[in-house]
């Protein structure tokens, strides 16, 4: 009996109705069709001129195209990736790239061009955040924060509260943090008279996790988190632990099914960020109340030196603004109780593995290019004398911030960038040929385009950085053999923190970090690799040292070790 036999048969009333039925079926069945054909063509002719790829599913999701096999048309994952990054572009000779994708209805683009960066960041008449795709939307899984806020009145209402967090009394603290936890490390790993540092990626993102834990909770995080036994009460450290480790997880999947699976380990997660976000909410209401007590005692607040307190006071301070201005607190301004708490939840998640990880690539490099721990230790030696380095010095080590912002520029932490047209614009590009003479050119990018940047190729553009490969931490200073004499002035635009009004909010606290996180280590110890083998080679142990970092999250390094010798 076949299948079919099971289908009802139509009632003998309504049978006359059966052809108009199939027609009307037909009918939108081949609307779609021929709409997405189309579409499909339409696509096609807007990328006319440039070297396109064709695929069925989209294949660029960070974590995933480094993962997933590469299947021709389908999920052809090696077309949107390479390692390294700027032979993609190295090919077909153009640093502009569309990519067509059957089941996405709009013209996709990839640049590794700075300057084409710079002019998508900075006009913002003409791009804008692309915040619909779905990585955007976890990223609101606890509230409506900066990071997830559409460009315009959104972003603006986020970045007037945020920008209020990162005060000088936040980086002495940040920089004071970074010290202890150093030495913590030191300690925990037994280093303080030298010795091999056994997992680098491993502690240095330790340190900057407990470095927020500190500066962004206000809590106290030790090397090693006790546990809590069942029946215990989870503190705020375990949950915070617990979430922090699980993100990815934590984004994909509701609080209340991570609590009903079967499986301990997520259960663990769903209680952990259950406890987690009570905490915050607790923390921020009592912040709250701390300052209403004070302001009608009539005393002024201390500047906060964490962030959940100093978002708190940002906001306290915008409704207060608001009423003198209007007569009358007006009613959006700053931010949601939810909102506080999803920030706070992204400066957890921005605010460590990004910084952590820049700091363990920088070690690699300072391990394979000594010279230029010699470099650092000399401006140490210069600012601080005999004095260890503190927050006074910050602005007076810039070539200990250079050897960071080079090893960002030749490991890339965040990978993409993506924004959308609001309006068709003409995009400049630059194609070359088999002699390297470069020809300028421009591409009608049609509105609703998304045009990705690829941070990591425009960072390693041999046609804009010289010896694009090197490590030189001094093209990021302006004054050329003088490290002191400028900070943050490479020549071409320097995307790792992206640029215009969405660039990094927390990046002059990730630099205070790296600055005090070096310092602090040059000044005692120098950094050697640890060959695998005898007379194993430089090129071998860059290998495993640095391109053995794969895309997740963000860039996270591979496995390596380092010995820390102490100075004599
Ligand atoms: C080396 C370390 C860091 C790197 C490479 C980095 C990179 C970036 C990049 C590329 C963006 C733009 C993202 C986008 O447009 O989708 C961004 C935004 C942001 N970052 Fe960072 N970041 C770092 C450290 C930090 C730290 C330490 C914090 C906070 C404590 C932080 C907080 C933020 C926030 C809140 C935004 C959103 C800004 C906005 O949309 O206006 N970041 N970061």
């Known amino acids: 009996m076949s299948w079919i036999n099971y289908i009802p048969a139509v009632p003998e009333g309504y049978q006359k109705y059966v052809p108009h039925l199939m027609v009307l079926g037909g009918g939108i069945v081949a609307y779609y069709v021929l709409s997405n054909l189309f579409s499909y063509l339409s696509i096609l002719r807007q990328v006319k001129g440039l070297p396109v790829k064709h695929s069925f599913f989209p294949s660029y999701e960070q974590g995933l195209r480094a993962r997933v096999p590469h299947i021709p048309f389908i999920l052809p994952v090696k077309d949107y990736y390479s390692r390294p990054e700027w032979d993609r572009f190295e090919k077909p ?5 569309a990519y067509t994708c059957m089941t996405q209805h709009r013209a996709i683009y990839w640049t590794a061009n700075p300057y084409t960066a710079q002019h998508i960041f900075t006009k913002i008449s003409l791009f804008e955040k692309a915040c619909f795709i779905p990585r955007m939307k976890s ?7 900066i990071i997830v806020a559409q460009d315009g009145e959104e972003h603006k209402r986020h970045k007037a509260v945020i920008r209020g967090c990162f005060g000088e009394e936040i980086f002495r603290n940040a920089w004071d943090e970074v010290e202890n936890t150093v030495e913590m490390m030191l300690k925990e790993e037994n280093l303080i008279d030298g010795g091999i540092m056994e997992d680098v990626g491993g502690s240095t993102i330790k340190v900057t996790y407990i470095v927020i834990g500190k500066v962004g909770f206000g809590y106290e995080v030790p090397w090693v988190t006790p546990r809590t036994e069942r029946g215990e009460e989870m503190g705020f450290v375990e949950a915070y632990e617990i979430v922090d480790r699980s993100v990815l997880y934590q984004f994909m999947l509701p609080g209340w099914l991570l609590r009903i699976l079967p499986t301990k380990k997520f259960r663990r997660m769903g209680y952990g960020q259950k406890k987690f976000l009570e905490y915050c909410y607790a923390m921020a209401r009592s912040k709250r109340a701390e300052l209403g007590a004070l302001k009608e005692a009539g005393e002024k607040a201390k500047a906060p030196t964490d962030l959940l307190g100093a978002i708190v006071h940002a906001q306290v301070i915008a409704e207060e603004e608001s009423r003198v201005k209007n007569g009358s607190e007006a009613p959006h301004v700053g931010l949601t109780e939810e909102e506080v708490i999803g920030n706070m939840f992204i400066f957890l998640l921005a605010g460590h593995e990004t910084t952590g990880h820049t700091i363990a690539f920088t070690i690699a490099q300072l391990a394979l290019n000594p010279e230029w721990q010699d470099e650092c230790y000399k401006e140490i030696k210069a600012v601080c004398g005999d004095e260890k380095p ?7 080590l810039p070539l200990c911030l250079a050897v960071g912002l080079e090893a960002m520029r030749l490991t890339d932490i965040v990978r993409q960038l993506f924004k959308v047209a609001k309006v068709d614009s003409m995009l400049p590009y630059n194609t070359w040929d088999d002699h390297g003479n470069v020809t300028r050119r421009e591409h009608l990018v049609k509105a609703g385009s998304l045009v990705y940047i690829d941070t990591p190729a425009c960072q390693l553009n041999p046609f804009h950085w010289e010896g694009a490969n090197d490590f030189n931490p001094r093209r990021h200073l302006s004054g050329g053999d003088d490290a002191r004499a400028g900070l943050n002035k490479s020549e ?11 660039q990094c909010i927390g990046r002059r606290f990730a630099e205070v970090e790296i600055i005090s996180f070096i310092s602090s280590i040059l000044a005692r110890y120098t950094i050697h690799p640890v060959p695998a083998h005898k007379g194993e080679t430089k090129e071998k142990m860059k290998a495993r040292m640095l391109d053995s970092a794969v895309e997740d999250l963000t860039m996270t390094p591979g496995l390596f070790k380092v010995r820390f010798e102490k100075r004599k």
């Open 390 to 396: 503190s927050y006074r010095d910050v602005h007076r």
């Open 139 to 145: 990223a609101a899984k606890f509230g409506g924060n």
């Open 93 to 97: 000779k153009s640093d502009l790239l």
């Open 492 to 502: 071409v635009p320097f995307v790792a923190f992206s640029m215009g009004t969405r």
